[in-house]
């Protein structure tokens, strides 16, 4: 089973920013696309944004464009998000995982693989 593991969450008043990390402990995960997904209280999970196996190609959700930017560093086993502009309503558990690329899903990216424990973002003032 592949093991993901989140860091970088906290407590932000609004406006500011966070940067979270995927940590992946297998080489193999630099064959594969890497997506974040948020789940706020009461709400399903949702899609955040993905990106290809070797970074070069990118997904966002909409209400994240231009706020947020996800990258990879394959050296490091890394995938990272940089949140920039929070607003309360990017309040939510963060996880990654990992999957491939598909034309055929709205967000450009279908999970196949398990859940990490995911980190907790907290935007209030």
């Known amino acids: 089973q592949v093991q993901l593991v989140e860091s970088g969450g906290g407590l932000v ?6 940067r979270l990390s ?3 402990s ?4 630099r064959s594969y696309a890497v997506g ?3 789940q706020a209280p009461g ?3 949702e899609f955040v944004a993905a990106i290809s196996w070797n970074g070069t190609r990118t997904y966002y959700e909409d209400s994240v464009k231009g706020r947020f930017t996800i990258s990879r560093d394959n050296a ?3 995938v990272y998000l940089q949140m920039s502009r929070l607003k309360p309503e990017d309040t ?8 491939v690329e598909d034309p055929e899903a709205n967000s450009g990216f279908t999970r196949f693989g398990s859940w990490g424990q995911g980190t907790q973002v907290t935007v209030s003032s």
């Open 13 to 18: 008043p609004p406006g500011d920013s966070l």
């Open 22 to 24: 995927c940590g992946y």
């Open 26 to 29: 297998r080489r193999t995960f």
């Open 36 to 38: 974040w997904f948020r």
């Open 43 to 45: 709400k399903e999970r």
């Open 76 to 78: 490091k086993n890394t």
């Open 92 to 99: 939510a558990v963060y996880y990654c995982a990992v999957g």
